[in-house]
């Protein structure tokens, strides 16, 4: 496991597309800046990754989806010169493509986009994922015949109370709302919120005071708001809004497809990332948390963020640019929230960035 060296980022990439796989970096709190450490291509196609605890030392174990056909899922530590090293064995997930991947209730799931499902893993004690005691088969299809033929789990995640599961499908425009039983491992369909037709949602993160939530879709460049109700698990569809403005200029790249939704700790930003556009769009966020009112589009630093996150102190902003192979990071201005490009490392095929 790793031991304390202050704060450090983790990113995933595509290795068939030329990345190192899992590389690790140290971040400098003053300027957000990150130093490439150490790497490794152990996994394939480590698209997705996700920081936890092991429950028999309390280590950092870093989890990363293998995004590849067949599918699997692994753990890591990480040594003290910041080279990732595999804990156990790699295990398969019996679903395909796997995108994203959340701890909840001492098991790790993942999101298997390929095959339209979710498979939950259990935790052992030194972190590393046992065989898979589940997978909930998702139903349905959307109008997009090219990209909607049938599910395509993109997200879960455990919500803020951690009594539910949500997963988000791309293909069956629908979030669904799960119950997981820790001491089986086995997950339990309790709700489907249907989206409206086409609009391919992707991803989806709460607003710190777990009422609300944003949908964003990746199908058309809007973002879906919601009510939660984690008392009885529902979720309640309010409204859409833009999250870029309507008479934007792709700039010859085609269709845009958001990728990525992240909200400020304070609950006052929202910023999504979108490929195609290139760009950040800040948004606002008034009292009631369901009104997001778009504020400002910056570039993002490069070619197709496939991912945004923001970094524990709320101060930088991070963005996975896929296709140009970089990591960019950006300074929030407090007041506006509108981010400041700070700086840039070469990554290829830059999928994700976390933090642990």
């Known amino acids: 496991m790793s031991a304390d060296h202050g704060q450090r980022a983790f990113i995933g990439s595509f290795t068939s ?17 990150l130093s490439l450490l150490a790497s490794t291509d ?7 990754l996700a920081v936890g605890r092991a429950p028999g030392t309390g280590g950092t174990v870093l989890y990363a989806v293998s995004e590849t056909t067949d599918g699997a899922a ?4 990480v040594d003290a010169d910041g080279t990732p090293r595999l804990i156990g064995e790699v295990r398969p997930v019996g679903g ?25 893993l259990p935790v052992r004690d030194d972190g590393s994922p046992g065989p898979a005691s589940g997978v ?16 395509h789990a993109h997200q879960v995640l455990a919500d803020p109370s951690g009594a539910w599961v949500l997963s988000v499908d791309l293909g069956t425009d629908s979030v669904r709302v799960c119950a997981l039983d820790p001491g089986t491992g086995s997950l339990r369909l ?28 990746e199908l058309e460049p809007t973002l879906t708001v919601c009510r939660w109700d984690a008392v009885g698990g529902v979720l309640e569809p309010l409204g859409e809004t833009p999250v870029l403005p309507l008479d934007h ?29 290139d760009s950040i769009s800040v948004l606002t ?28 102190t709320g101060q930088w902003l991070y963005a996975a640019n896929e296709h140009s192979g970089n990591v960019s990071w950006f300074a929030v201005d407090g007041r506006t929230g509108v981010p400041a490009h700070a700086g840039s490392v070469e990554v290829p095929a830059a999928s994700c960035v976390v933090f642990g």
Not at 17 to 33: C, F, K, L
Not at 43 to 48: C, I, K, Q
């Open 17 to 33: 597309a030329g990345g190192h796989g899992i590389t690790v970096a140290d971040v400098d709190p003053d300027t957000g800046a």
């Open 42 to 48: 152990t996994l394939a196609d480590p698209s997705f």
């Open 74 to 77: 692994a753990a890591f530590g």
């Open 96 to 120: 395909s493509g796997p995108t994203h991947l959340a701890l909840a209730a001492g098991h790790l799931l993942t999101a298997d986009y390929g095959s339209g499902g979710v498979t939950v």
């Open 136 to 151: 909930l088969a998702h139903e349905g299809r959307g109008p997009d015949g090219e990209r909607q033929a049938g599910p």
């Open 190 to 217: 309790h709700a489907e919120t249907r989206l409206r037709p086409g609009t391919g949602p992707r991803h989806l993160a709460f607003h710190p005071a777990g009422e609300h939530l944003y949908v964003l879709n």
């Open 249 to 277: 200029d792709e700039g010859g790249a085609g269709r845009t497809y958001p990728s990525e939704v992240v909200v400020s700790h304070d609950g006052r930003f929202l910023w999504t990332a979108n490929r195609g556009h």
């Open 285 to 312: 966020l008034d009292e009631t948390a369901e009104k997001p009112l778009l504020a400002a589009a910056v570039g993002c630093g490069g070619r197709w963020p496939r991912d945004l996150t923001l970094d524990p």
